[in-house]
């Protein structure tokens, strides 16, 4: 308990100090230990539940963001929580700003990896997996929050990988066709969905 509360002030004051004073305004959720670049700010949990408005008012107040990235995050949210942090995302961002997402693809039609990232599945933190998403599923609830939805890397139902070039500047996602290390001599080991979700 202890503990918690004192990483909740310390990655607060991180994160107000970063935005308030340092005047950063892309933010990562649950990325305190990925480095993005100096421009990005890093929270966990502890200082910001994505789902909770009172979270992004004590730390943003009515100030907003430009980008907010989340790499493997969202598999891990419920789904009342994940419509809640959708929709605080978006109030969140300015006109114009970017919500970058990566999940793990239910559409990839390799069976060893749905075994490693299904719920309850057998890779690193697959225990803790709440949905396995597929790019329409998660382009609708998108959609919902207000957004407008970029597909940026993801397998369809017949089993093609689709992929359109992306920039850096809406943040680096490690889990990607481009970036992954498993991913050589033009043999997919591991992809992500990836999707831009824009406030327009």
Known sequence: MIKHILLRLIGSLE????????????????????????????????????????????????QRLTNILAEHVWEHIPDEETRLSNQNCYDWLQKGGRLRIAVPDGNNPDKEYIEWVRVGGTGVGADDHKILYTYDVMKSRLEKAGFRVELLEYWDENGKFNYTDWTLD???????????????????????????????
């Open 170 to 200: 809406g943040g680096m996602i490690h889990r990607s066709r481009r970036f992954d290390p498993r991913n050589q001599d033009g043999k997919l080991g591991y992809t992500s969905l990836i999707v831009d979700a824009v406030k327009d």
């Open 15 to 62: 994160i107000r100090f970063n935005f308030h004073v340092l005047k950063k305004r892309k933010l990562t959720i649950g990325s305190s230990k990925i480095k993005l670049g100096k421009e990005w700010i890093l929270s966990e949990y502890d200082a910001l539940d994505a789902s909770k408005a009172s979270d992004w008012q004590r730390l943003f107040g009515d």
